[in-house]
């Protein structure tokens, strides 16, 4: 079976830190990754999405930037962090089907 | 108007109650509709999808309404465990989460 995962499960981080969340997926191969953020009383805001190694689509501007170094690896990184990139970030992935697993996602806090 | 719209509730309901959500979305040419849950400090997990017939699984019903473009969930005998988040979300084709929305969610707090 599948199975998706995070880490760390939750960061604080001071402004202007860099940061490196990595995102791994098992049993499956060629999965479309999605790297999403949930800032509090809003809805998951797609950042950006993978389709193979190498290949990251951009959603919306921001301090934030995506690697897919492996087939099952996504990484997601800034330079510097903001304040406003506080948030709850979640990894999902699909295949063929409609059903979009996430994994369990990183609270990341930026003082 | 925002493209996927959510009453946030809370919704506090009895044991038992059956209780019903609505999500309305913006572009006509959508094609995809789900209903994700989300328990609190967790992650977002499927929870049904939603056809064009409408769709029932065990207490919960999924219907679509496209001449007036909104999805519902139903909710029947709801239980403690119901508690959580509902996220509607909507594709504009099968396959198509490049292009996904997520509504905010609507909150269901059943209590005894």
Not at chain 1, 31 to 48: D, T
């Amino acid at each position: 079976s599948q199975t998706i995962h995070q880490w760390p499960a939750t960061l604080v981080q001071p402004v202007g830190s860099p940061l490196s969340l990595e995102c791994t997926v098992e049993g499956t191969s060629n999965p479309n990754l999605y790297w999403y953020r949930q800032a509090a009383g809003r809805g998951l805001q797609l950042l950006f999405y993978s389709v193979g190694i190498g290949q990251i689509s951009s959603e919306v501007p921001q301090n934030l930037s995506a690697s897919r170094p492996q087939d099952r690896q996504f990484i997601l990184s800034s330079k510097k962090l903001l304040l406003s990139d506080s948030g709850f970030y979640l990894c999902a992935w699909t295949l063929s089907t409609d059903t979009q697993y996430f994994g369990p996602g990183t609270r990341l806090t930026v003082l | 108007r925002k493209e996927v719209e959510q009453d946030p509730g809370p919704f506090n309901v009895p044991e038992g109650a059956t209780v019903a959500f609505n999500c309305t979305y913006s572009n006509s040419a959508s094609q995809s509709f789900f209903w994700y849950r989300q328990d609190c400090r967790k992650e977002p997990k499927l929870l049904m999808s939603v056809y064009s017939s409408g769709n029932e699984d065990g207490r919960f019903t999924a219907q679509l309404n496209r001449a007036s473009q909104y999805i519902s969930l139903l909710i029947r005998d709801s239980k403690l465990s119901d508690s959580a988040t509902y996220l509607c979300v909507v594709l504009p084709h099968s396959g198509g989460y490049q292009k996904v929305t997520f509504g905010t969610g609507t909150k269901l707090q059943v209590i005894p």
